[in-house]
């Protein structure tokens, strides 16, 4: 079965541009995760979707923000980029979160 | 509160054992398990919940001791395929829904 798709894969920024990134989850997962990793910072959670409803954030300013739609897929959108937005933003969906959670292989953001 | 993952790395030969531990001030409701390989996404590897239930799809074992609030995850026999870096992802009640992960092990295995 297809896996989580984040599209696009590579995004190059200038600061002060607005972004907004994609994640289809796998068939069948209403749970919609987001997580920034960077090489100092690690995995950081941003925030989590079921049905449409944010259920979760993190501690990230109000620049970062998130929609999920009817059919499971999501959105994240970062206004007023910095240079230290740039980093790997992953995507991951669960049918059940005690089964675990399948990661895309996530939009690589670089902001000059 | 982000685990403390030991040790930041290992290298091993193939056949070798390694443990992996994490650690959390906080108590926990799970701990899941992933292994991430370069440049590509994290893999989950098995979650471990309170009250000692276990689910995974991997040979890899791990315990949870809620009193210490660790994990451990035990990698037997390595073989080349193990190689990549290991992190927990800790959540601190049933309802959270958000994982906080440890900045991650890792682990090398040569021929």
């Known amino acids: 079965k297809a896996g989580v798709t984040q599209t696009p894969r590579y995004l190059i920024k200038t600061r002060g541009q607005q972004v907004t990134l994609s994640c289809s989850p796998i068939?069948?997962?209403?749970?919609v995760s987001w997580y920034q990793q960077t090489p100092g910072q690690g995995l950081q959670f941003l925030f989590e979707y079921f049905s449409e409803t944010q259920r979760n954030k993190g501690n990230f300013p109000g620049r970062f923000s998130g929609r999920q739609f009817s059919n499971s897929r999501s959105e994240m959108n970062v206004s007023t980029l910095e240079l230290g937005d740039s980093a790997l933003y992953l995507c991951a969906s669960s049918w059940e979160k005690t089964y675990g959670y399948t990661f895309g292989s996530g939009t690589r953001l670089t902001v000059v | 509160q982000q685990p403390v993952q030991s040790p930041q790395a290992v290298i091993l030969r193939e056949g070798e054992d390694a443990v992996i531990n994490c650690s959390s001030s906080k108590a926990l409701y799970s701990v899941h398990w992933y292994r991430q390989k370069h440049g590509e996404a994290p893999v989950f590897l098995m979650i471990l919940l309170k009250g000692g239930e276990q689910k995974g799809h991997d040979k890899i074992s791990a315990s949870f001791n809620e009193k210490k609030q660790q994990s451990s995850l035990y990698l037997t026999a390595s073989q080349l395929s193990y190689s990549g870096t290991y992190f927990c992802?800790?959540?601190?009640?049933?309802?959270?829904?958000?994982?906080?992960f440890g900045k991650g092990t890792l682990l090398t295995v040569n021929p």
């Open positions: 068939s069948g997962h209403r749970s």
């Open positions: 992802g800790t959540e601190n009640g049933g309802s959270n829904y958000k994982l906080t």
